[in-house]
């Protein structure tokens, strides 16, 4: 058997290796809409289960929404305040980062999309790009265009291939195929929906699209060279990445196991369901009733019948035992438990967990969540790097070989436990072992205190 020959859209080695991680993702984040067309491959049939009954059982299988709930809470923590640009950056970075990717998103809303990606997925690209300036000569010429650098943001399934080079000494991105779907208007009022390959390499990129006579062929519909100012020794673009990684692309999302788990959580809760619809509709079993009983037709039952049997006849209820109930309903909330665990929510930990339990999860959540945060901060500050080059020369003169940096909020340590550590803190003054000033700014750090709500005596009192 003769194998397919590779093509620009052949995904890489790695690139299938994330494959099935990610599509497990994008159906649970999806929820209800994607579980249920794929039903048979995350809640299959019971042996010998009737059609009919298995398609009641999946579209009664209640849905929780665990995963992305804790996909929220963990993406949000270094938006609790704004990205920002550190301070004195120059005017044309501050206009810049208003609108970084020419659709109206300015740097914090942008990093947040960012971010969730890359938590959710393991890892995210950001493509530094640039619209043609062909024809384009001067600076008035350029403006007049509305022509500027601008961010895009590539999720991991949308990554084909990136391989790598060692140049000079930093490992840099040398060749990228990148699938995109766009959507064109076919006709007066239809559109169509057309899958193109993007090829980047060091200075130059290529669009590919199928061949409309040979749907099995792909070719080159547009192509160019990067507009930089600074040779390019790699392609602009810049990974985020949070997961374990198993490659220049191959990456374990970090909740991988959280997605797994929410699939246990749905199999878990349609038992549940199915189990109570049991037992509010039990079956009736008659033993021993004739047709001078029944009248030979349906029997009524409900609060106002009144069942009747001969001699040795019988009528009861079967339902499930409550005991079955209760192991049913306990299985259910000892998932729940484990995403909370899995998705390093302190808040969610189970009832009854200890103090020391809380205080370990919290820390190990916080500080996997802070070095993401560091990441993105780092990120973002190379995306800037690297948007410098394709602005005009006025503006690259302003800003000369000063980067300014980025401000990503990335102190969540101070949110564990801070009511008790407040306690400490004033203890500790109160015996002379901080300093008021000491006291006040970690106070302050914690979020217990705004610069306003205590003064120095007070914190000096101990009151």
Not at 19 to 46: N, Q, T
Not at 207 to 223: F, Q
Not at 245 to 262: C, I, V
Request: proline letters at 7%; charged letters at 25%; glycine letters at 8%.
């Amino acid at each position: 058997m003769m194998m397919n020959k590779p093509t620009v859209a052949t995904p890489s080695g790695e690139a299938n290796t994330m494959a099935p991680w990610l599509e497990l993702i994008a159906d649970v984040r999806a929820g209800l809409p994607k579980m249920r067309p794929k039903a048979g491959h995350y809640m299959p049939s019971y042996s010998n289960e009737d059609p009919d009954d298995y398609r009641r059982r999946v579209n009664l299988a209640p849905w929780r929404p665990e995963f992305s709930d804790s996909l929220r809470a963990l993406s949000s923590k270094p938006f609790q305040k704004p990205v920002s640009l550190g301070e004195n950056a120059p005017a044309p970075i501050v206009a810049f980062a208003d609108d970084v990717d020419g659709a109206g998103n300015n740097l914090h809303v942008f990093a947040r999309k960012f971010f969730e990606a890359a938590v959710a997925d393991g890892l995210c690209l950001l493509l530094v790009d640039h619209p043609p300036a062909e024809g384009l000569r001067t600076v008035k010429d350029y403006k007049d265009a509305g022509l500027k650098p601008y961010w895009s943001l590539y999720p991991a399934s949308s990554i084909l291939s990136l391989r790598t080079a060692r140049v000079g000494a930093r490992k840099e991105i040398v060749d990228l195929r990148l699938r995109e779907c766009i959507i064109e208007p076919d006709g007066e009022f239809g559109e169509k929906e057309i899958v193109q390959v993007r090829r980047i390499t060091p200075g130059a990129w290529e669009l590919w699209r199928k061949n409309a006579a040979k749907p099995d062929d792909w070719e080159i519909v547009d192509s160019g060279e990067v507009a930089s100012a600074v040779p390019q020794v790699g392609v602009n673009a810049i990974v985020l990445r949070t997961g374990e990684a198993q490659g220049d692309l191959a990456t374990r999302p970090p909740l991988l196991d959280l997605a797994f788990a929410q699939v246990e959580l749905w199999k878990a809760l349609s038992n549940l369901a199915e189990v109570l619809e049991y037992s509010a509709s039990p079956m009736l079993v008659a033993k021993n009733v004739g047709a001078e009983i029944t009248g030979g037709g349906a029997v009524k039952v409900g609060p106002r019948a009144c069942l009747q049997c001969g001699e040795d006849g019988d009528w009861k209820f079967i339902q499930p035992a409550a005991e079955n109930i209760r192991e049913i309903r306990d299985h259910a909330k000892d998932v729940i438990a484990d995403m909370a665990r899995l998705a390093m929510q302190p808040a969610l930990v189970r009832p009854g967990a200890t103090a020391t339990e809380v205080g370990l999860q919290a820390a190990k959540a916080h500080s996997a969540i802070e070095a993401w945060a560091l990441g993105l901060k780092d990120a973002l500050q190379t995306a800037i790097a690297r948007t410098i080059p394709f602005m005009v020369e006025p503006d690259r003169k302003a800003i000369g070989s000063w980067v300014p940096s980025v401000d990503v909020h990335s102190d969540f340590g101070s949110e564990i436990g801070k009511n008790e550590e407040a306690r400490i803190i004033i203890d500790a003054t109160k015996i002379g072992l901080l300093s008021t000033e000491v006291a006040r700014a970690e106070l302050l750090r914690r979020g217990v205190i705004n610069s306003q709500s205590l003064s120095e005596e007070t914190v000096g009192d101990g009151k």
